[in-house]
């Protein structure tokens, strides 16, 4: 960086006062008996936004909380980070070069839809079960085994989409079973600490998991062939197309963002899968049952609705889920037994962002945090660090949350889950 | 519920008893010799199983000539993982549990740094195959040799041919932040700027999985040659996204690791391959002598695959060389046999094994730096291209240095 | 004799064993099996810690590991970049104190023998032997690392005491991960992936009773982790008896009971948290000094879920159970690595042994709850009999409800 002065300077100004707002925003509050819940949040946004300028009369008038005050002095100070950066750095890539930045935002949305619905499975057994998965990035893993194993080694020329379904049914049963062997004490009061217990056997599960693929298969890098080719398009016309134009395997965009086929498949395959479970969710029966447990475990089961299918079918339908994201993006990356790891970790970290046991929140959590590496491995100045750092920038994302808003995003003030308080 | 009786003298006998009458077994034959591969993740597993095929056809090929002073030889595979801190225990393990006489394979660089100190300190000999940073024979360790090819002479292969490939200005490094890596992108960086050639590096984590970010920042950077120094899947993945990105190997001229050479996964797991270039040890197969085309043969058929891979002739000769050196020395002692080794000339192979620096003469008399101590001189190093689509390795077309050309290079543009 | 007599002299046999394990056993592989017990005794100390942590205080975390790091790394750049020279190297960093110079080395990364060499290392081939330099003592070193992870657990426990448990384990997951990523791309600092050396625990040898030891000798390495391990049971037995050890059980079972009660709960967690991240930070230090070379992979999630799975297959519960549990699995998975061959498949046990260790976790579990070794313990001190009450009043209450 050229100035990195400005940037640090400006980095600590905000940190400062987003603290100090943080820290006095919450007393001043709770002296005037207001309500305290997002006042800290507040404080540090307005903090780090407008200073001592903004947190004065704040602290002086002391509005009530609204998503406006959140939201705005939020963007301001995220401005403000933009532009100190710009400052300190103009040579990056990230402030001049345009179709750089608009390549590295559509790669960032493209891949956070995929981790989006990856997480989405993810919170949805949190929220009628109530455990974290810790087998998630496992389901992930085998997902996309069982497409390598089913169209290249199996049954060799099979229609990948084919393998997919094979993949989602198999793992529906796997988790199925394993919910049902492993998963019932929790339900009836046998055990004192579910959550723990729950994180426990599912980290079991993925360790057991992991070396038995390893010592099944080896542990060879495979890949599945590509689902699709594009079709050739050269559009407006062909010797100028600007527009867009494809290749077998790329897509380009307005002659400068690249989109590549197996990503562009995989997104596309998870907002249809997305659509298809929000119509399950909340148009057939089955689905309204899993949110009214998820809701209500009581109230539902006096409604007639059976608690302990709706947890087989959350468990195994999360597990699908996950193993639906590896089943489409084994066509775009080498696959290993280890891979679920960093996908794993990252769907810890999307929905605790957009609020444990929220569907929406895992989608824009997802979203974001696709955003946030493609900013970071994009904008890091020094390029022996910068992707080095992928799995530390979604941390930072998310130490902020648990320090500003513990719940997330969109997460519900009490999360419940089958044990009530968690 | 009744009261226990012990009887504590009793239970100590028994502990005594078990320990003393345990004898150490004291058989001479077979004479085991330690064999040092990554065969699990994060290791290259890939490599390791390559090696552990081509030690174990080592030892039947040396037990079928009647083995090393009467006895048969028994390799001791064992898995290294690829960490460090694992091959000094497993180089402990094998010294101390196996008792091995010497050892040889290893194929990550860090696994030959952290297992060097153990073995020289208990007076093992080893041979490393596979193993490149140039600090392993640089300590100048009495124990310690090495059949590959040293990190900054297999780097000044490389990028000599990146500079003498037409029209570079702009070379892109993508390495993995390791100790094979980073002292080869420096080397590389080094030799480039030299030629007047600029290049920017870029370290990654070795899991990494997903390079659009960094696909996206070296397209920024317009680079006419890429040289990626990622072992493993890393290799694979940024290639074949690369090459989805439009600046894979058919885009620009693009040099891949040499796990590339194995043309099965290469092929399975970067369809858009094509035209990349690898270094590969050894000389081509249409130079192989007799063992070695025997060989080749032999691990084809065992392996099903099309070619024997560089590091498996390594660690095939790392083996027959310390068999060798046992026979030579007459005893299974670790001095012994270093002094075999250094006055050996060992037909493997890989050609004409021999170590010309050592305790008889420094490397510095000849004005070489310290990192030619108990090096074999000769190894070649060979650029390969794959010309045609789905080619196995064995036929790649080399394209440089002169005296081993066997077509002219590919570039696109 | 009663039982919990029995429990006792059993406990010292056991101890009195290990300690005279290294004169008893005689045979080939001796510094082989030496070399488990010695870490058998890091992952029990690990264990043991962790037990504490998550099944007294019930508070679980998963960045245990990264603290036994911190430890290891702290002491690693500690004896890595600080030397003491009787003269000025004109190269480095130095300052004068007394009659030495204390002298900061720079740092150069991973590098190849061909490249740059660090400024000390200019330095002494310019001396050429003439001048000799001291390393710092490898205990302050030691101690250091150790309050490294106290710091951080501090820093951490203060930062998570708000969470509840499942966001508390997704966060120290996280923090590990972000450790081990930046330990991984700091190479100029901490060489990254290559690892860093570290002088041995005895370096220049040691003399005990008139005999010499080498640095590689097993015997000082074995009884320093032994007594550590020892210490690190002692300090653990004193909190679950102390007064203070009630509080963090009130703690786990009812925290909002707890807090009404008037036990201060955020300091607990902090205490807790801070003492047995230090035992963590400890043993790493001293294991780090023991093999000579720490990497970031040690801090990976793999090695974590081996000490969960120590800790769980030994006894949650019970510290001295998981201590026991996790020396029983490191020589069973140590001594399972032979492969076999059953009905002409070569069965490769360097990874089916973690399969099956996996499924003894989860069988554990599901249906062992209080672990293997709890059991035993439990036996003798007749705990089991209140915990079999309890259970049965438990059990008629989920009766009465359904």
Same mark, same amino acid.
């Given at each position: 960086?050229?100035?990195?002065?400005?940037?640090?300077?400006?980095?600590?100004?905000?940190?400062?006062?987003?603290?100090?707002?943080?820290?006095?925003?919450?007393?001043?509050?709770?002296?005037?008996?207001?309500?305290?819940?997002?006042?800290?949040?507040?404080?540090?946004?307005?903090?780090?936004?407008?200073?001592?300028?903004?947190?004065?009369?704040?602290?002086?008038?002391?509005?009530?909380?609204?998503?406006?005050?959140?939201?705005?002095?939020?963007?301001?100070?995220?401005?403000?980070?933009?532009?100190?950066?710009?400052?300190?750095?103009?040579?990056?890539?990230?402030?001049?070069?345009?179709?750089?930045?608009?390549?590295?935002?559509?790669?960032?949305?493209?891949?956070?839809?995929?981790?989006?619905?990856?997480?989405?499975?993810?919170?949805?057994?949190?929220?009628?079960?109530?455990?974290?998965?810790?087998?998630?990035?496992?389901?992930?893993?085998?997902?996309?085994?069982?497409?390598?194993?089913?169209?290249?080694?199996?049954?060799?020329?099979?229609?990948?989409?084919?393998?997919? =379904?094979?993949?989602?049914?198999?793992?529906?049963?796997?988790?199925?079973?394993?919910?049902?062997?492993?998963?019932?004490?929790?339900?009836?009061?046998?055990?004192?600490?579910?959550?723990?217990?729950? *994180? %426990?056997?599912?980290?079991?599960?993925?360790?057991?998991?992991?070396?038995?693929?390893?010592?099944?298969?080896?542990?060879?890098?495979?890949?599945?062939?590509?689902?699709?080719?594009?079709?050739? *398009?050269?559009?407006?016309?062909?010797?100028?197309?600007?527009?867009?134009?494809?290749?077998?395997?790329?897509?380009?965009?307005?002659?400068?963002?690249?989109?590549?086929?197996?990503?562009?498949?995989?997104?596309?395959?998870?907002?249809?899968?997305?659509?298809?479970?929000?119509?399950?969710?909340?148009?057939?029966?089955?689905?309204?049952?899993?949110?009214?447990?998820?809701?209500?475990?009581?109230?539902?089961?006096?409604?007639?609705?059976?608690?302990?299918?709706?947890?087989?079918?959350?468990?195994?339908?999360?597990?699908?889920?996950?193993?639906?994201?590896?089943?489409?993006?084994?066509?775009?990356?080498?696959?290993?037994?280890?891979?679920?790891?960093?996908?794993?970790?990252?769907?810890?970290?999307?929905?605790?962002?957009?609020?444990?046991?929220?569907?929406?929140?895992?989608?824009?959590?997802?979203?974001?945090?696709?955003?946030?590496?493609?900013?970071?491995?994009?904008?890091?100045?020094?390029?022996?660090?910068?992707?080095?750092?992928?799995?530390?920038?979604?941390?930072?994302?998310?130490?902020?949350?648990?320090?500003?808003?513990?719940?997330?995003?969109?997460?519900?003030?009490?999360?419940?889950?089958?044990?009530?308080?968690? | 519920?009744?009261?226990?009786?012990?009887?504590?003298?009793?239970?100590?006998?028994?502990?005594?008893?078990?320990?003393?009458?345990?004898?150490?077994?004291?058989?001479?034959?077979?004479?085991?010799?330690?064999? =040092?591969?990554?065969?699990?993740?994060?290791?290259?597993?890939?490599?390791?199983?390559?090696?552990?095929?081509?030690?174990?056809?080592?030892?039947?090929?040396?037990?079928?000539?009647?083995?090393?002073?009467?006895?048969?030889?028994?390799?001791?595979?064992?898995?290294?993982?690829?960490?460090?801190?694992?091959?000094?225990?497993?180089?402990?393990?094998? #010294?101390?549990?196996?008792?091995?006489?010497?050892?040889?394979?290893?194929?990550?660089?860090?696994?030959?740094?952290?297992?060097?100190?153990?073995?020289?300190?208990?007076?093992?000999?080893?041979?490393?195959?596979?193993?490149?940073?140039?600090?392993?024979?640089?300590?100048?360790?009495?124990?310690?040799?090495?059949?590959?090819?040293?990190?900054?002479?297999?780097?000044?292969?490389?990028?000599?041919?990146?500079?003498?490939?037409?029209?570079?200005?702009?070379?892109?490094?993508?390495?993995?932040?390791?100790?094979?890596?980073?002292?080869?992108?420096?080397?590389?960086?080094?030799?480039?700027?030299?030629?007047?050639?600029?290049?920017?590096?870029?370290?990654?984590?070795?899991?990494?999985?997903?390079?659009?970010?960094?696909?996206?920042?070296?397209?920024?950077?317009?680079?006419?040659?890429?040289?990626?120094?990622?072992?493993?899947?890393?290799?694979?993945?940024?290639?074949?996204?690369?090459?989805?990105?439009?600046?894979?190997?058919?885009?620009?001229?693009?040099?891949?690791?040499?796990?590339?050479?194995?043309?099965?996964?290469?092929?399975?797991?970067?369809?858009?391959?094509?035209?990349?270039?690898?270094?590969?040890?050894?000389?081509?197969?249409?130079?192989?002598?007799?063992?070695?085309?025997?060989?080749?043969?032999?691990?084809?058929?065992?392996?099903?695959?099309?070619?024997?891979?560089?590091?498996?002739?390594?660690?095939?000769?790392?083996?027959?060389?310390?068999?060798?050196?046992?026979?030579?020395?007459?005893?299974?002692?670790?001095?012994?046999?270093?002094?075999?080794?250094?006055?050996?000339?060992?037909?493997?192979?890989?050609?004409? #094994?021999?170590?010309?620096?050592?305790?008889?003469?420094?490397?510095?008399?000849?004005?070489?730096?310290?990192?030619?101590?108990?090096?074999?001189?000769?190894?070649?190093?060979?650029?390969?291209?794959?010309?045609?689509?789905?080619?196995?390795?064995?036929?790649?077309? #080399?394209?440089?240095?002169?005296?081993?050309?066997?077509?002219?290079?590919?570039?696109?543009? | 004799?009663?039982?919990?007599?029995?429990?006792?002299?059993?406990?010292?046999? *056991?101890?009195?064993?290990?300690?005279?394990?290294?004169?008893?056993?005689?045979?080939?592989?001796?510094?082989?099996?030496?070399?488990?017990?010695?870490?058998?005794?890091?992952?029990?100390?690990?264990?043991?810690?962790?037990?504490?942590?998550?099944?007294?205080?019930?508070?679980?975390?998963?960045?245990?590991?990264?603290?036994?790091?911190?430890?290891?790394?702290?002491?690693?750049?500690?004896?890595?970049?600080?030397?003491?020279?009787?003269?000025?190297?004109?190269?480095?960093?130095?300052?004068? &104190?007394?009659?030495?110079?204390?002298?900061?080395?720079?740092?150069?990364?991973?590098?190849?023998?061909? %490249?740059?060499?660090?400024?000390?290392?200019?330095?002494?081939?310019?001396?050429?032997?003439?001048?000799?330099?001291?390393?710092?003592?490898?205990?302050?070193?030691?101690?250091?690392?150790?309050?490294?992870?106290?710091?951080?657990?501090?820093?951490?426990?203060?930062?998570? =005491?708000?969470?509840?448990?499942?966001?508390?384990?997704?966060?120290?997951?996280?923090?590990?991960?972000?450790?081990?990523?930046?330990?991984?791309?700091?190479?100029? #600092?901490?060489?990254?992936?290559?690892?860093?050396?570290?002088?041995? %625990?005895?370096?220049?040898?040691?003399?005990?009773?008139?005999?010499?030891?080498?640095?590689?000798?097993?015997?000082?390495?074995?009884?320093?982790?032994?007594? =550590?391990?020892?210490?690190?049971?002692?300090?653990?037995?004193?909190?679950?008896?102390?007064?203070?050890?009630?509080?963090?059980?009130?703690?786990?079972?009812?925290?909002?009971?707890?807090?009404?009660?008037?036990?201060?709960?955020?300091?607990?967690?902090?205490?807790?948290?801070?003492?047995?991240?230090?035992?963590?930070?400890?043993?790493?230090?001293?294991?780090?000094?023991? &093999?000579?070379?720490?990497?970031?992979?040690?801090?990976?999630?793999?090695?974590?879920?081996?000490?969960?799975?120590?800790?769980? &297959?030994?006894?949650?519960?019970?510290?001295?159970?998981?201590?026991?549990?996790?020396?029983?699995?490191?020589?069973?998975?140590?001594?399972?690595?032979?492969?076999?061959?059953?009905?002409?498949?070569?069965?490769?046990?360097?990874?089916?042994?973690?399969?099956?260790?996996?499924?003894?976790?989860?069988?554990?579990?599901?249906?062992?709850?209080?672990?293997?070794?709890?059991?035993?313990?439990?036996?003798?001190?007749?705990?089991?009999?209140?915990?079999?009450?309890?259970?049965?009043?438990?059990?008629?209450?989920?009766?009465?409800?359904?």
């Amino acid at each position: 960086m050229e100035y990195s002065a400005i940037f640090w300077w400006t980095a600590l100004w905000l940190i400062f006062w987003g603290v100090v707002g943080s820290i006095f925003t919450r007393r001043v509050y709770l002296r005037k008996d207001l309500d305290t819940s997002n006042s800290i949040l507040v404080g540090a946004m307005v903090g780090a936004a407008f200073g001592p300028i903004g947190l004065v009369p704040m602290w002086i008038k002391t509005p009530e909380i609204s998503r406006k005050l959140i939201l705005i002095p939020g963007f301001v100070a995220l401005g403000i980070i933009m532009l100190a950066f710009a400052l300190a750095d103009p040579e990056n890539n990230c402030v001049s070069n345009g179709s750089f930045v608009a390549s590295q935002i559509t790669n960032g949305l493209i891949i956070g839809i995929i981790y989006g619905l990856m997480a989405l499975g993810l919170t949805l057994i949190f929220s009628i079960l109530g455990i974290v998965s810790f087998s998630h990035g496992e389901f992930y893993m085998i997902g996309g085994m069982i497409v390598y194993y089913s169209t290249v080694v199996w049954f060799p020329g099979l229609h990948p989409v084919i393998g997919v =379904l094979i993949a989602c049914l198999l793992t529906f049963l796997l988790g199925a079973i394993f919910e049902r062997l492993f998963l019932t004490p929790l339900y009836d009061g046998r055990i004192d600490r579910p959550v723990e217990y729950g *994180i %426990l056997i599912t980290f079991g599960l993925a360790f057991t998991l992991q070396y038995f693929v390893q010592a099944i298969g080896g542990s060879n890098p495979v890949k599945a062939k590509r689902f699709f080719d594009f079709p050739r *398009i050269r559009l407006p016309d062909k010797e100028d197309p600007w527009l867009i134009k494809t290749s077998r395997g790329n897509m380009e965009l307005f002659d400068t963002v690249s989109i590549s086929n197996p990503r562009f498949v995989a997104s596309v395959i998870s907002i249809l899968v997305l659509l298809g479970l929000l119509y399950f969710l909340y148009r057939t029966w089955t689905g309204k049952a899993l949110r009214a447990v998820s809701q209500d475990r009581d109230a539902a089961t006096i409604a007639g609705i059976n608690p302990h299918h709706m947890n087989m079918l959350a468990f195994a339908l999360g597990g699908m889920i996950a193993a639906l994201s590896g089943a489409t993006l084994v066509q775009a990356f080498s696959w290993l037994p280890q891979v679920g790891m960093i996908p794993a970790m990252r769907s810890f970290v999307i929905v605790v962002l957009g609020g444990l046991g929220s569907l929406p929140g895992a989608f824009i959590g997802g979203i974001i945090i696709g955003l946030v590496e493609a900013a970071g491995t994009g904008c890091v100045p020094d390029p022996q660090k910068a992707s080095s750092y992928i799995p530390a920038y979604g941390m930072i994302v998310l130490t902020l949350m648990l320090l500003l808003r513990p719940t997330g995003l969109l997460g519900r003030r009490f999360a419940s889950g089958t044990h009530g308080k968690l | 519920m009744g009261k226990i009786k012990i009887n504590i003298p009793r239970i100590l006998i028994t502990i005594l008893v078990i320990f003393v009458s345990i004898q150490a077994y004291a058989a001479n034959c077979p004479i085991k010799i330690g064999g =040092l591969a990554p065969l699990s993740a994060p290791g290259s597993v890939t490599g390791g199983e390559a090696m552990r095929e081509a030690m174990l056809l080592a030892e039947r090929d040396i037990n079928a000539k009647g083995g090393v002073l009467g006895c048969d030889i028994d390799v001791v595979i064992t898995d290294t993982e690829g960490l460090p801190e694992k091959a000094a225990a497993m180089m402990q393990k094998l #010294i101390t549990q196996d008792g091995v006489v010497a050892v040889g394979g290893g194929y990550h660089s860090s696994v030959g740094v952290a297992s060097k100190d153990v073995a020289n300190s208990r007076g093992i000999p080893v041979v490393f195959a596979e193993t490149w940073n140039d600090t392993i024979t640089g300590d100048m360790q009495k124990y310690i040799f090495r059949i590959a090819p040293l990190s900054s002479w297999a780097s000044g292969v490389i990028w000599k041919f990146a500079a003498q490939a037409p029209g570079v200005k702009s070379v892109v490094i993508v390495t993995e932040n390791t100790d094979y890596g980073i002292p080869a992108a420096e080397e590389c960086a080094k030799g480039l700027s030299s030629k007047g050639i600029s290049s920017v590096t870029f370290g990654v984590d070795i899991g990494t999985q997903d390079f659009a970010g960094i696909v996206e920042r070296v397209k920024a950077e317009r680079p006419d040659y890429t040289i990626v120094l990622l072992t493993g899947e890393a290799g694979y993945n940024y290639t074949q996204q690369a090459a989805d990105a439009g600046i894979g190997p058919q885009d620009i001229m693009f040099h891949a690791n040499q796990a590339g050479l194995e043309s099965k996964a290469w092929w399975e797991n970067v369809p858009d391959g094509n035209l990349a270039f690898m270094a590969r040890i050894g000389v081509p197969e249409t130079m192989y002598n007799e063992s070695a085309l025997k060989l080749a043969a032999d691990y084809k058929a065992n392996t099903g695959k099309d070619g024997i891979e560089s590091y498996a002739l390594e660690a095939y000769d790392s083996i027959g060389v310390i068999a060798q050196a046992i026979n030579e020395a007459g005893s299974t002692d670790g001095d012994a046999i270093v002094t075999a080794l250094e006055n050996i000339s060992h037909d493997g192979v890989l050609g004409r #094994i021999y170590f010309p620096y050592g305790s008889k003469k420094s490397p510095s008399e000849d004005g070489k730096g310290s990192e030619w101590w108990h090096q074999w001189p000769d190894p070649a190093i060979t650029m390969v291209q794959y010309q045609k689509e789905g080619e196995p390795s064995n036929t790649m077309t #080399i394209v440089y240095p002169e005296v081993y050309k066997t077509g002219d290079p590919i570039y696109v543009d | 004799m009663n039982r919990q007599q029995t429990l006792w002299l059993i406990s010292i046999l *056991i101890i009195v064993f290990f300690i005279a394990f290294p004169f008893l056993y005689g045979r080939k592989d001796y510094d082989y099996i030496m070399h488990v017990c010695i870490t058998g005794f890091f992952y029990a100390i690990l264990a043991s810690s962790w037990s504490m942590l998550a099944g007294y205080a019930g508070q679980f975390s998963f960045g245990h590991m990264a603290f036994m790091g911190l430890g290891a790394y702290g002491t690693a750049l500690f004896s890595h970049y600080f030397y003491l020279s009787p003269v000025p190297t004109n190269l480095c960093t130095e300052f004068e &104190i007394g009659d030495q110079y204390f002298i900061i080395k720079n740092a150069v990364g991973v590098t190849s023998s061909t %490249l740059d060499q660090d400024c000390l290392t200019k330095a002494l081939a310019v001396w050429d032997g003439s001048i000799q330099i001291t390393p710092m003592p490898i205990w302050i070193g030691i101690i250091l690392g150790a309050l490294l992870g106290g710091i951080f657990g501090l820093l951490i426990g203060m930062l998570v =005491l708000r969470l509840r448990a499942a966001y508390l384990a997704l966060f120290t997951l996280g923090f590990s991960e972000i450790l081990r990523a930046t330990i991984s791309a700091e190479i100029k #600092i901490t060489r990254g992936q290559a690892g860093i050396e570290l002088p041995y %625990l005895f370096e220049n040898g040691i003399s005990i009773f008139g005999h010499e030891f080498s640095k590689t000798d097993k015997i000082p390495p074995y009884y320093v982790m032994l007594f =550590l391990l020892l210490a690190c049971m002692a300090v653990l037995a004193w909190l679950a008896k102390s007064r203070f050890g009630l509080f963090v059980r009130a703690l786990r079972e009812d925290e909002d009971a707890a807090a009404a009660l008037g036990v201060n709960t955020v300091r607990f967690k902090i205490m807790v948290f801070v003492i047995t991240s230090t035992m963590a930070a400890l043993a790493g230090a001293v294991q780090a000094h023991y &093999i000579g070379i720490i990497t970031p992979n040690n801090l990976m999630i793999l090695q974590m879920s081996l000490v969960v799975a120590m800790a769980v &297959i030994g006894g949650l519960e019970n510290f001295a159970a998981a201590a026991i549990g996790a020396i029983i699995i490191q020589f069973l998975l140590e001594l399972l690595r032979e492969s076999f061959v059953i009905g002409g498949v070569e069965v490769d046990m360097t990874l089916w042994r973690l399969v099956f260790f996996g499924a003894v976790l989860m069988i554990t579990l599901r249906f062992y709850r209080n672990g293997l070794i709890t059991p035993i313990i439990e036996f003798f001190t007749r705990a089991h009999v209140a915990s079999e009450t309890v259970e049965k009043r438990g059990f008629q209450k989920t009766e009465d409800v359904e």
